[in-house]
């Protein structure tokens, strides 16, 4: 059986862009989440969704309880590329 390539969230590319732009290191990953990504010797997991209702609006049920065992940073989820934008805005600010 082959195995099945891991479904991208339409949002993920233009959400890897912004990042990269922004100074951001990125790693597509497949799980527990979409990204990891680190800044300034700082790392977050980052979940894409492309939807702002029902099952994209935000975390899975597997990720959920991923995220509930973490204990790391709180998982990120962003939407959009101005999604991306703000946090890694607030993220440069932060660790200024």
């Avoid at 099945?4 to 790693?27: H, Y």
């Avoid at 029902?54 to 959920?64: E, R, T």
């Avoid at 309880?65 to 990120?76: I, K, N, S």
Wanted: glycine content about 8%; some cysteine.
């Amino acid at each position: 059986m082959i195995p099945r390539k891991a479904k991208r969230d339409a949002s993920e590319r233009e959400i890897v862009t912004v990042l990269e732009q922004c100074g951001f290191s990125v790693v597509r990953m497949d799980k527990p989440t979409d990204l990891l990504v680190g800044f300034r010797k700082r790392a977050w997991l980052v979940e894409c969704k492309s939807g702002t209702k029902g099952y994209g609006k935000g975390l899975n049920k597997n990720q959920a309880e991923f995220a509930e065992t973490w204990r790391g940073p709180t998982v990120v989820v962003l939407h959009s590329a101005t999604d991306a934008m703000d946090w890694a805005v607030q993220i440069s600010q932060e660790a200024a």
